[in-house]
Structures are given as structure tokens and as C-alpha cells.
């Protein structure tokens, strides 16, 4: 007979209990601890923690001292039952609502089946009346991106972000059309004008990177986990950019007509903004940001509407893609004839 502990005889609930409580009493628990421990093989020992890991506990596994050891993400507790009032479940329906844009990613999946979880435990009229609540909103978002495609990528970019593994992604810069390679520490999801981007530590640029999420072809999730910086947050890093891209910053002063001040008045562009207003009606507004393309191409969307008084350099662009229009639009050889009037 073979010596040791006497093997455990009890269930796979309780096994799978008392391998909770040992991983989370440790700083990291061997294969084999953990067996001895349970009284029972490795091969059982690796299908409990397969059990484990799908109920949602966030286990990792990492080589420490030469050894693989598991344990669950620092500061993990289970999570206690949670009950919900009528005007929360309607708040969670309106943000349901929003994620149209991601069908068929795993993003809308795991809120659809939060929903079937809410509505599971409702009587039949409060879970109806949810399903109601979620059509009192409608998102309309012009020039939408299909992520459909990349369902698998954001599949492993959402095990990546949850584990903090490092990433290997294939991905096609805007203007390249080669795809590169990035080994990338993924920090954060953006949700910017309609699209995700991926803010991550490029380890072979040495330096923060975005990535729109459409434009990466292929990813290989590693096993080998990443800390981010105790002082990093997104806002802190974005807070200087107009938009997702950090550049350097300029000092923007702008001139708003009288017919569109009071759109622009009444919403924030940027946090550092200053607003004026001139006798005549007209609107000066102020900030310094940095992302030279994206705060162009906000200031053309105004038209003939806003005149840019400063820098230089984003004047003198303004003025290039204006004489390009004139070009366009300025002559009458290039103009479509009214076939509405023809014929009458």
C-alpha cells in the first residue's frame, strides 16, 4: 500500500471548494500541491481547474522559482448575490441597446446572456416589461464598423485584457500595406466615434501605441502576464489629445460664426477649453491638444461656419484643402446636370 495522506473521499463540489480556498490562501499553489492536498491525480487536478476557470474565477498560471504555480488575480473576491432595482435593469437595457454595433463579437454575446440571466430569475412580467425597456432607446451611429469579422480577435483580446497577457498582434497601419508585427502589452479598450481601439505598450517600439481593433488581422495570446504601471491610467495619457491621438500639443484658437455658436457653446470639445463671446454673435474657442489630422478634420466639418485664427500651420492646411474644393466645385465644367428638371 502506498504511504501518505489518506486519499479524500468526497465530491467534486467539495474538491472543487477546497481548491477554491487553497488558492486563494497562497501566493501560488503547484499541480502536484494541490493534488496531494485533494488526495486524487493530476489529470483530476487539471479538470477541476478547467471547471474552475469557466465559472469565472480568473485563474493564471506563471513560472515562479522554477516552478508552475496558479493563483488567482490579485485582489479577487467572489462575488456576492446581487439584486437590482426596476430603474437600474432599465439603465443595463439602454446600455444593451448600444452594443447593436458589436453583433456578433463576444461583447454583445456576454451582454446578451447577462440579459437571459437578469430575465431567467424574473417573474414573466417584470421580464417582459425588461425586454420592453430595452426599445425605449435607439443608437444611431453613422459610419458604423463591422467587427463581425475580427470576432475571434477581440475573443482573445478580451482573455488577454482580463489575464494581463502579452500579446503578439498582426496589424496594418493606416497608409502600410504591409502588416507588422507587434508584441504588445494590452492596457485598455477605447470606444472612440463609433470604434474600439486597443492602447497597449508596444514592447518592440518601446512605447505606447493605438490600435483600431478592425484593422488587426491576427493575434496570438502568450502566457506570459505583464504588470501595468502603478501610475498609468487611459485619461491621464489621453488627456492632452483631441481625440485617441497623442502628439504633440498645440495651442488652437478658433473663430465660430454667429449660426453655429450656440451648438458649439453648449458641449465640451476638450477639457482645457475656453470659450468667448463676441458682441457681433460670434463664438472664439480655445484649447491645447495635441493630434494634428484629428482636430483638422473637426474643424472642416464646420465649414464656411469657423475660421482658424492660430497655429499657422493648421490655418495654412485649412486654407490647402479649401483651395482643393474650390478646385472641385468652383467651375461649371464638372457640374452634374439637373436631370429632375428635364423633361418638363
Given at each position: 500500500m502506498k504511504r501518505g495522506k489518506p486519499a479524500k473521499r468526497y465530491s467534486q463540489a467539495a474538491r472543487l471548494h477546497d481548491l477554491i480556498r487553497l488558492i486563494e490562501a497562497r501566493r501560488g499553489i503547484?499541480?502536484?500541491?494541490?493534488?496531494?492536498?485533494?488526495?486524487?491525480?493530476?489529470?483530476?487536478?487539471?479538470r477541476d481547474l478547467s471547471v474552475i476557470q469557466e465559472a469565472g474565477y480568473p485563474l493564471v498560471s506563471e513560472l515562479l522559482e522554477g516552478r508552475k504555480v496558479y493563483s488567482f488575480i490579485t485582489g479577487f473576491k467572489n462575488v456576492p448575490p446581487i439584486s437590482f432595482t426596476l430603474s437600474e435593469l432599465m439603465t443595463l437595457s439602454l446600455?444593451?441597446?448600444?452594443?447593436?454595433?458589436?453583433?456578433?463579437?463576444?461583447?454583445?454575446?456576454?451582454?446578451e446572456a447577462i440579459a437571459r440571466k437578469v430575465g431567467s430569475v424574473l417573474p414573466?412580467?417584470?421580464?417582459?416589461?425588461?425586454?420592453?425597456?430595452?426599445?425605449?432607446?435607439?443608437?444611431?451611429?453613422?459610419?458604423?464598423?463591422d467587427y463581425s469579422g475580427v470576432a475571434g480577435v477581440l475573443g482573445r483580446l478580451r482573455e488577454a485584457l482580463l489575464y494581463q497577457?502579452?500579446?503578439?498582434?498582426?496589424?496594418?497601419?493606416?497608409?502600410?500595406?504591409?502588416?507588422?508585427?507587434?508584441?504588445?502589452?494590452?492596457?485598455?479598450?477605447?470606444?472612440?466615434k463609433g470604434g474600439l481601439y486597443l492602447l497597449g505598450y508596444a514592447r518592440n517600439r518601446k512605447?505606447?501605441?493605438?490600435?483600431?481593433?478592425?484593422?488587426?488581422?491576427?493575434?496570438?495570446?502568450?502566457?506570459?502576464?505583464?504588470?501595468?504601471?502603478?501610475?498609468?491610467?487611459?485619461?491621464?495619457?489621453?488627456?492632452?489629445a483631441?481625440?485617441?491621438?497623442?502628439?504633440?500639443?498645440?495651442?488652437?484658437?478658433?473663430?465660430?460664426?454667429?449660426?453655429?455658436?450656440a451648438s458649439v457653446r453648449e458641449?465640451?470639445?476638450?477639457?482645457?477649453?475656453?470659450?468667448?463671446?463676441?458682441?457681433d454673435g460670434t463664438l472664439l474657442l480655445s484649447f491645447e491638444a495635441g493630434g494634428r489630422m484629428e482636430i483638422l478634420a473637426w474643424t472642416l466639418s464646420f465649414g464656411n461656419h469657423v475660421e482658424v485664427l492660430q497655429p499657422g500651420e493648421l490655418r495654412g492646411e485649412v486654407r490647402r484643402v479649401a483651395g482643393k474644393m474650390v478646385g472641385l466645385y468652383g467651375g461649371d465644367k464638372n457640374r452634374v446636370p439637373d436631370v429632375s428638371r428635364q423633361g418638363e
Open positions: 503547484t499541480l502536484d500541491e494541490m493534488a496531494k492536498e485533494a488526495g486524487v491525480d493530476r489529470r483530476t487536478i487539471h446600455f444593451r441597446s448600444q452594443l447593436e454595433f458589436l453583433k456578433g463579437t463576444p461583447f454583445h454575446d456576454d451582454m414573466p412580467r417584470y421580464a417582459a416589461h425588461m425586454e420592453r425597456m430595452a426599445q425605449v432607446t435607439l443608437p444611431l451611429l453613422s459610419g458604423g464598423r497577457y502579452r500579446v503578439t498582434l498582426t496589424y496594418a497601419a493606416r497608409g502600410r500595406g504591409v502588416p507588422e508585427n507587434y508584441e504588445v502589452d494590452p492596457y485598455t479598450l477605447i470606444f472612440h512605447g505606447l501605441r493605438t490600435f483600431a481593433v478592425e484593422r488587426i488581422s491576427g493575434m496570438t495570446v502568450g502566457r506570459e502576464r505583464f504588470e501595468i504601471p502603478e501610475d498609468f491610467t487611459a485619461a491621464e495619457q489621453l488627456q492632452r483631441f481625440g485617441i491621438v497623442d502628439e504633440p500639443v498645440m495651442a488652437v484658437r478658433l473663430r465660430f460664426s454667429a449660426e453655429v455658436a458641449r465640451t470639445w476638450h477639457r482645457s477649453q475656453v470659450v468667448t463671446e463676441e458682441p
